[in-house]
């Protein structure tokens, strides 16, 4: 400014001239000043839902909040450990009812494919019914988040000593300093204390820290469907860890949406995985939830991954519907049971909510920068936008 204003004495006309030259170039310096705000602004991509930006995955209605919390009773809670430039990873916890250390739920769990760790799943299929939150977190932390899980239970409901934690794990070493073992059995307490209902908190956040999905930054993702009241009016919830597929797989509302965003491209790295859970008020068995969490199957291939040999994808479903005490004095259970006739608009309704749980998981991940200086790109949401109007034409 020193420079601009010497220029301007050092013009040999008139003090009325000079005014007017000044005025003119100030005017031009405050356009231009107001140019490079504006185009600052602009290349700032926030964050939404892939519904707020226009797009609509499958026919079946949300729920209040397109989330699995949608389901009464089910609760969702993170703890994030963001920390310096290496620590990049969490726990979320997945409570399904309040009383679910003392009253089981019917329940069941798939593996689509079993790179990866799971724990309780075995007991879960053998009983049929789940009787601990679920919890999401990465690898090397299993054991941690285990032993806090444990640890809540025996101080809280000391004469309930003999449940099985459920705890699933994604690799999110790319960003995140996993051997470094930051997570404690703490920071599982703490996710279980912090779980809330109405709206979940997605993107980067508790166990979906450090996790990327499709060669953009991924996480936590929710969704949900509620039939009509003539197809019951059960709602289906769905909440997802994203840590898989290649760029190039990526599909969105059938849009193949990972060959038109080229920029930013990920270096080649391991194949990841999906922890899909599922929700819903719908008195189903054990053996209708191995069905529902079958069908999740079709809604991850539809994002485009075909669950490579390197993955490992598991997905638990359980039913708030019937809950069973830990004792009874005749020893018999009395159940409700939705007939199988009816099953087929809840398979739709989980096949739309676990697509869209997972594009969610990308649109509301934010770029992140980690161990060793690597950066993972959030999806471009204003190019998405332009990529699925073209498909649409």
Request: proline share 3%; charged share 20%; with cysteine.
């Amino acid at each position: 400014m020193k420079t601009f204003f010497k220029k301007i004495r050092s013009i040999e006309t008139s003090v009325d001239m000079r005014l007017l030259i000044l005025i003119a170039l100030m005017g031009v310096f405050l356009a231009c000043s107001i140019y490079s705000v504006n185009v600052e602004s602009t290349n700032t991509d926030t964050r939404a839902r892939v519904r707020d930006i226009g797009i609509q995955i499958g026919n079946i209605p949300t729920g209040t909040h397109n989330a699995i919390t949608d389901v009464a009773g089910v609760k969702v809670g993170h703890v994030t450990l963001n920390e310096g430039d290496s620590i990049r990873t969490g726990v979320t916890a997945i409570l399904p009812s309040d009383d679910i250390w003392t009253a089981r739920l019917f329940g069941a769990a798939h593996t689509i494919h079993g790179n990866g760790e799971a724990t309780g799943i075995a007991r879960i299929n053998q009983a049929g019914w789940i009787e601990s939150p679920i919890l999401l977190t990465n690898t090397l932390s299993v054991g941690a988040v285990h032993d806090g899980v444990v640890r809540y239970i025996v101080k809280r409901y000391p004469d309930n000593n003999i449940v099985l934690p459920i705890v699933a794990e994604c690799y999110d070493g790319g960003l995140n300093d996993i051997s470094g073992l930051h997570v404690t059995a703490q920071h599982a307490i703490e996710a279980i204390e912090n779980a809330t209902d109405g709206p979940v908190t997605e993107g980067s956040v508790g166990g979906g820290t450090g996790m990327r999905c499709y060669g953009f930054k991924a996480g936590i993702g929710t969704a949900s469907r509620v039939l009509s009241e003539e197809q019951g009016g059960w709602t289906v919830g769905v909440l997802v860890n994203s840590n898989g597929g290649r760029r190039s797989q990526l599909r969105i509302d059938g849009v193949p949406v990972g060959k038109e965003i080229v920029g930013s491209p990920p270096k080649l790295g391991r194949d990841g995985s999906f922890i899909i859970v599922i929700a819903t008020d719908a008195p189903l068995t054990h053996r209708q939830l191995k069905q529902l969490a079958i069908r999740a199957t079709h809604g991850l291939a539809r994002t485009g991954t075909p669950s490579t040999d390197g993955s490992g994808e598991f997905v638990i479903a359980f039913s708030t519907a019937n809950i069973f005490s830990n004792r009874t004095e005749t020893g018999t259970f009395q159940i409700k049971m939705l007939v199988n006739g009816r099953l087929s608009s809840l398979f739709q309704a989980v096949i739309e909510a676990t697509e869209e749980a997972i594009v969610n998981s990308m649109t509301m991940a934010t770029t992140t920068t980690g161990r060793n200086g690597r950066t993972m790109h959030a999806i471009p949401l204003a190019e998405l936008q332009k990529v699925m109007k073209a498909h649409r034409r």
